[in-house]
């Protein structure tokens, strides 16, 4: 009964190092999504997933990929870290009809890029 | 494209005052989700309410209202009583029927209850 998953909750990153935010859901919701937060800014969609095998690039998809091979997991690749990407980053899920409760969050990771 | 607009950027009151916080909408389908979201000094996102557009009748649940309005695109959230507690970031968002799992967030409300 975990919800989403998100790991690692802290990064410290280099500029121009690679990484891989990892995002799991035991709900069997087949839309899950990515957003960014920034401070005054809202959250804003990187990346989202209708399903399996699907994914489309949402606001501000440069610099970010995503790929979508299980129900359960949608990992957000980070390909040449940028100061410009420090933030925080949340992953959702839901399913079609955006459930009673909405889109689930996991808790978020906070990155930062020096 | 869907867009939501939350124009208070901060609000301060003192405890046991109402507040209500203000949320606009944009969206050409027909079929559509709202949301709202409260989000502590701790950082996670709690999930409040969804509403879908078939769906007008206004909610109460505890201290908290919303009011939904197809016709001025508004589905506002009225907290009574505020507590202290209450003092978050309160988000507004949309997700139309044909976005897939897309979700455009307002900008969000600032709330400081003050003792």
């Known amino acids: 009964n975990a919800g989403v998953t998100q790991t690692p909750k802290f990064q410290v990153l280099k500029t121009g190092q690679s990484m891989t935010l990892q995002c799991a859901q035991d709900m069997n919701h087949e839309y899950m999504s990515w957003y960014r937060q920034d401070p005054g800014m809202g959250l804003r969609l990187i990346h989202y997933s209708v399903g399996a095998g699907i994914t489309d690039q949402g606001e501000v998809p440069n610099g970010y990929n995503v790929s979508r091979s299980t129900t359960e997991d949608f990992p957000l690749r980070l390909l040449s870290a940028a100061p410009s990407q420090t933030s925080v980053y949340f992953c959702?899920?839901?399913?079609?009809?955006?459930?009673?409760?909405?889109?689930?969050f996991g808790s978020g990771t906070r990155l930062t890029v020096v | 494209a869907q867009k939501v607009t939350q124009a208070q950027t901060e609000i301060s009151v003192v405890e046991k005052e109402d507040v209500t916080l203000d949320c606009v909408y944009e969206t050409r389908d027909t079929t559509y989700y709202l949301f709202w979201y409260k989000q502590p000094p701790s950082g996670e996102l709690v999930f409040l309410i969804r509403r879908n557009s078939f769906d007008e009748q206004n909610e109460i649940s505890g201290r908290y209202s919303w009011n939904f309005q197809k016709s001025t695109s508004s589905f506002n959230f009225t907290i009574t009583a505020s507590q202290v507690v209450d003092s978050a970031v309160y988000f507004c968002a949309l997700s139309e029927e044909t976005s897939g799992s897309r979700l455009t967030f307002g900008e969000g409300t600032q709330l400081t209850v003050n003792p």
């Open positions: 959702a899920s839901s399913g079609p009809s955006r459930g009673t409760y909405g889109y689930t």
